[in-house]
């Protein structure tokens, strides 16, 4: 599943995204406020949000109730270390899905997103692009260039969607370590060059005009067609 993690402490959120990636095989995407959730969410698509009661910028409870009041239909797991049943009805009111106090055991948190992804939530509109020949299902996380269908990782498939959602702008390097590896540690300086070569081998046949463009002693660009 793809899991979009928003916790403000740092080592318990690279705990949880450890675990979440090693332990349960998923995709996770970890974030540390509220506001940089928001902009996640409403960009990309994630079979479970799992948002902090208390974070900064804009708080879980806080959140949950905007994506609810915008339509937001998918899975919502809150985490709190409040645990009156005040609180817990706070949360569930606001539009969570579930509701796990700290501090808990891994397999708990597993278990719980096991089940939210097998509950019939609300089915999501496909969201499509189409740029150049490629044509990108960004809910099924698919991609084809002129029919063809092109296997990514996941880390692949995200690198080419911020490309592709900023086409025409040409985004630093340090700007696609912020976005793509966020949170995550000990990233190397060179991650982005080598994914962008690996995306071109991929993405770019002979007869094919090169998708991404090189900016020299900048960054990368799709340019708008």
């Known amino acids: 599943m793809r899991v979009l993690l928003a916790e403000d402490q740092l080592l318990l959120g690279k705990i949880i995204a450890h675990m979440l990636k090693e332990k349960g095989g ?8 509220g506001q ?3 902009n996640l969410i409403i960009d990309s698509y994630y079979d479970v949000l799992v948002l902090d009661w ?12 905007e994506l609810r009041e915008q339509g937001y239909s998918g899975a919502i797991l809150m985490l709190t270390a409040k645990d009156t049943l005040e609180e817990r009805i706070e949360g569930l009111d606001a539009g969570a899905d579930d509701y796990l106090v700290k501090p808990f055991e891994s397999d708990e948190l ?8 097998r509950r019939n939530f609300a089915p999501i509109q ?34 080419l969607d911020l490309l592709v959602r900023n ?5 630093t390097r340090d700007l696609i370590l912020d976005r793509i590896w966020g949170g ?12 962008i070569t690996l995306l071109r081998k991929k993405i770019d046949a002979p ?8 900016i020299r002693g900048v960054g990368y660009v799709i340019e708008k067609s």
């Not at 998923?26 to 406020?33: A, G």
């Not at 496909?126 to 269908?149: A, F, L, Y």
Request: charged content about 30%; hydrophobic content about 35%.
């Open 54 to 65: 208390m974070m900064p910028q804009k708080d879980g409870v806080t959140l949950c109730k």
């Open 26 to 33: 998923h995709d996770v995407k970890w974030v540390t406020n």
């Open 110 to 117: 597993l278990a719980r997103l096991r089940a939210l992804s």
């Open 167 to 171: 086409q025409g702008t040409v985004l």
């Open 184 to 195: 995550e540690m000990e990233v190397a300086s060179n991650s982005v060059d080598v994914y």
């Open 126 to 159: 496909e969201d499509i692009i189409e740029v150049n020949g490629i044509r990108m299902n960004r809910s099924k996380q698919s991609i084809t260039r002129d029919g063809e269908e092109i296997q990514l990782t996941g880390k692949e498939f995200a690198l």
């Open 36 to 38: 940089e959730a928001y």
């Open 207 to 214: 007869s094919q005009k090169p998708l991404i463009r090189s």
